[in-house]
Structures are given as C-alpha cells and as structure tokens.
C-alpha cells in the first residue's frame, strides 16, 4: 500500500512540474509575441488611412493579421518574427517562416492591401526555399528565392517587379544542374484588389489541398488572374491564392487563413 502511495506521489510531482514548465513557457512565449507585434499604417484603396496589425502567436504557431473588424490568421507560421514592410503607401509586404524540414528553410510571403475596410491578399506566393545536403561524395544545394518591388502611385498604374533566382547544384548528378535568374513584371487588377502575370479562362476540375473532405475537387469555370514565377504558378480563385501543382493539384496558401 505505501509503494502504491509513494509511487501515485511521484506521479503527481512529475505531472505537476511538467504542467508547471508549460505554463512558464506559455507565459514567456505570449511576452515574445506581445514583445514582436508590429503596427503599420498604410492608405487604404479608398482613401482612408488605416493600422495593420501583425500579432505572432508564438504558442500556438499562428500569425494574425488584423485590420479593423478583418482578421487573417496564418496557420502554418513558424515561431520567428515576421518580417513587415510597407510598399509605397497602399500596400503591405509580410515575409513568414513556414516548418520545412531537415535541412529544409521555407518562407512565403503576402502583400495585402485594404479596400472598403477589408483586408485583400494581393500576393501570396513561396518567397524562399532552400535545401543542402553535402557528404564525402556528394553535394546537393537547391535555391529558389524571389525580391520585389513597387511602383507607380495609384491603383491605376501600379506595378510588382518580381526577381527570381532558382538553381541547383548536384556533384553527384551534374546533369540536372542549372542556374536560372528573370525579372517579371506584375501588373494590378483594381477589381480584384490582386497583382498578376495574366488572366486565364479555366474550365477544369482540379484536386484542391489542404481539404476536410476526401477525394474533393473544385470545378472551375471563368477566367481568373494567374501569377506565373519561373517554375511556379499560381491562381487567385475564391478569395485565395493556389500553386499549381502536378495532375491538377491545387495547394492554397490562403486556405490556410480564417476571416
């Protein structure tokens, strides 16, 4: 009786300080995400000046970008500071980490801007990938990373200059090898409140990730505005943007957001 007892109050203690450390780290994490939250200003489309908020919860791995009674929360945010900037006056660039994997660095990255007191994702693309491996045969090192800037100074003639690079290297399989570097010039749909490359009729179904419901396809029909860089592709459909995957795989980037 008294083993159980003793053992039954290790238990506790155990539990009772693990549950402790989470708390304690609880509370240093929402001091860092208080500690990094920022507040811009930018012109709205329509004229009036208004704050962006962008609050990292670092707890929970969420992003929240907020603006008025409009919310945007980043689900996939992966717990470092996020990197804002303000893109002439209407316009908010916010780069993100994102999990990779082993030896994997990720980052996306949106440009909002705010229209009848509304939040719109004007971009939402990957800014950043890398990947390396090296051993005492091989070395494999994959880059593809994008830089921006904007100009014009109205809704009417705003323009997104996009600069890519992508390369890889392989010692193992020199072959595959190359070092790819373009310009690319985004113009604006002031409809839309969304940059893009062109504008493509689509009558298709496609499988669209990430999904609640198994086997789901979207059937689309209309013409929609399409963001092309080096290899990737994407497309602004419902409120959101999709990179364009191989057999019709749609992957959103703002599914992964809740107004």
């Not at 919310?71 to 996939?76: M, P, Q, R, V």
């Not at 373009?182 to 113009?187: G, H, R």
């Not at 609640?212 to 860089?229: A, D, F, H, M, R």
């Amino acid at each position: 009786m008294n083993k159980a007892i003793v053992i039954t109050a290790c238990l506790l203690l155990v539990l009772f300080k693990s549950a402790f450390a989470q708390d304690q780290l609880k509370i240093a994490e929402d001091s860092d995400s208080k500690k990094d939250t920022q507040i811009c200003t930018i012109k709205a489309l329509d004229g009036n000046d208004q704050k962006v908020h962008v609050m990292p919860d670092y707890f929970n791995r969420l992003l929240k970008i907020s603006c008025l009674k409009d919310t945007i929360t980043i689900f996939d945010y992966w717990g470092v500071p996020a990197e804002v900037t303000v893109l002439n006056k209407n316009f908010i660039k916010i780069s993100y980490a994102v999990r990779g994997g082993s030896d994997i660095s990720l980052s996306n990255v949106m440009v909002l801007c705010i229209n009848g007191g509304r939040l719109y994702e004007a971009m939402h693309v990957l800014e950043h990938v890398s990947s390396e491996s090296e051993g005492e045969k091989e070395l494999y090192r994959n880059i593809y990373k994008i830089t921006m800037t904007l100009s014009g100074d109205d809704k009417k003639n705003y323009k997104l200059h996009v600069g890519i690079h992508d390369s890889v290297k392989s010692r193992a399989t020199p072959a595959i090898n190359y070092n790819y570097n373009n310009q690319t010039v985004l113009s604006f749909d002031a409809g839309r409140n969304v940059f893009y490359s062109i504008k493509e009729d689509i009558y298709d179904s496609f499988a669209v990730y990430p999904t609640t419901q198994k086997n789901y396809k979207e059937k689309l029909k209309g013409n929609y505005p399409v963001i092309i860089l080096g290899k990737e592709t994407y497309y602004y459909i419902k409120g959101g943007w999709y990179n364009l995957g191989r057999n019709n795989e749609l992957s959103g980037f703002t599914t992964h957001t809740a107004r």
